[in-house]
């Protein structure tokens, strides 16, 4: 039917280049998932089937990944800011999977316009921000940023403190009634102080928020 | 007084070897992450396939029409299509300041930019603003009984794109405030990048603020 040469390699030129494009990329939503490991891609899937779930609603939606050690702001799967976790540690994340929506943003002190004053206000910016903070989630989930040591060393012995406080109060619970505190799932970030704001900023009351874990020991 | 260096010493240096210790203890390193599982090739394989099955559905959700993004803290405004920037440009977005609502105990406006996903609903040439209630007590001034009165055309550049709620993303007459945060919740950009999205843009096209 075909005969002419010519008429073939345009045939089939036409016939290649009506593939769609979607076929040509193969999406990998993370790229760093060995889909060999099982634990990886059953955690990997868990995150993805959620993700699916939200980018399809018109919102935007926090990732906290722990493979990848980053904290993922996205929307319809497409991720619009990203920024590097320092270090993190966490307790009892087995109870951690689902979507976790966010009780509240972080306390920001807002300036008041004043008509009598005459003068403008300045506006807040990214500096008002707190660089420390926990955010709660319902369901119960508590995820505490703070900044690294070199980044602020006053906030950091603060939060260390902290963070003692409550583990000498889990422990004197456990020595004096022989119970141990219920389970619940919490994570800490060390981030970069300028990050820690920028999260501060983003997230808004009832946020969506993932957590990719990871079976690797923290870091 | 040599004692009581010595004591506050020690204590700070026991504080910090419980602060250093501590990490390896129970209650605040105990990770139970997901466990080690061994499954049949079989379900390996589903597990895979389901895995490429959700992708996919992922990269379907993404917009494939250019989208615009917002970034509110770092005040930029992108158009996008996939991952490949099609506009950068300098933008003002929300205050954050607020402002009493007169004769309300509790009442009062809250300067931000919304955060979220929103879609162009509206766009528009030579668009004139008509001013809110807020403007006027912003500046001390009463509150007109006539519309007519709180028509002011030209403050909002040649053309502005609607996004829901009285929030449009506009032009200024103020570009030295280009790159902060200083508006009334309205995304404002300069006359030619304004230009460029309301080209680029199409009403139902996604914003995404964050």
Redesign the interface.
């Known amino acids: 039917m075909l005969k002419n040469p010519a008429s073939c390699v345009l045939l089939l030129s036409l016939l290649l280049t009506s593939i769609p494009l ?1 076929w040509a990329i ?4 993370h790229s760093d ?1 060995d ?2 490991n ?2 990886a ?5 868990r995150v ?2 959620e ?2 779930k939200l ?2 609603r ?3 939606y926090v990732v906290i990944d722990l493979v990848d050690r980053a904290v993922l ?1 996205k ?4 991720e ?2 990203r920024f590097p976790i320092e270090r993190w ?7 951690a999977s689902g979507t976790f929506r966010l009780k509240n943003r972080p306390p ?1 002190i ?4 004043d ?2 004053a ?1 003068a403008e ?1 300045p ?4 500096d ?1 921000m707190p660089t420390e903070f926990t955010l709660l989630f319902s369901p119960s989930l508590t995820v505490a940023v703070h900044p690294s040591a070199s980044d602020d060393l006053w906030r950091w012995l603060k939060f ?2 902290r ?2 406080w ?3 109060k ?2 004197s619970l456990i020595l004096t009634t022989g119970h141990a ?1 219920p389970p619940h799932a919490s994570i ?1 970030l060390t981030v970069t102080s300028d990050h820690a704001q ?1 999260l501060a ?2 997230v ?1 009351e009832g946020m969506p928020f993932l957590l990719r ?6 870091s | 007084m040599k004692r009581v260096t010595w004591s506050l010493w020690s204590s700070l240096m026991g504080l910090l070897l419980l602060t250093v210790t501590q990490s390896s203890g129970l209650p605040v390193t105990n990770a139970s992450t997901p466990q080690p599982i061994a499954l049949e090739p079989a379900m390996l394989h589903a597990l895979q396939a389901r895995y490429k099955s959700l992708s996919k559905q992922l990269t379907q959700l993404m917009p494939a029409q250019p989208y615009i993004v917002v970034d509110t803290a770092r005040n930029h405004l992108y158009i996008k299509r996939r991952d490949q920037v099609m506009l950068d440009a300098l933008a003002s977005t929300g205050s954050g300041t607020i402002l009493d609502k007169p004769g309300e105990a509790k009442g009062q406006w809250i300067f931000d930019t919304p955060r979220g996903e929103f879609v162009v609903q509206s766009k528009l040439i030579n668009p004139v603003w008509v001013k809110p209630d807020w403007a006027f007590i912003e500046e001390g001034q009463a509150i007109p009984k006539s519309q007519a009165d709180r028509i002011e055309p030209g403050v909002l550049g040649e053309y502005a794109l609607g996004f829901g709620k009285g929030y449009f993303i506009h032009g200024t007459l103020y570009t030295r405030l280009l790159g902060k945060n200083v508006t009334h919740g309205c995304i404002r950009l300069n006359d030619e990048d304004l230009k460029s999205v309301y080209q680029l843009a199409k009403v139902g096209t996604p914003i995404m603020i964050f």
């Open positions: 979607t193969e999406p990998e939503s998932v889909i060999n099982p634990i891609l059953q955690e990997a899937t993805l089937a993700e699916v980018a399809a018109p919102q935007t702001i929307g319809r799967g497409v619009l800011h540690s966490a307790a009892q994340l087995s109870e920001v807002r300036r008041k316009v008509p009598a005459g206000q506006p807040i910016s990214l008002d260390k403190v963070q003692w409550v583990w000498l889990d422990w505190p800490h920028s900023w983003t808004t874990r990871t079976s690797l020991p923290p």
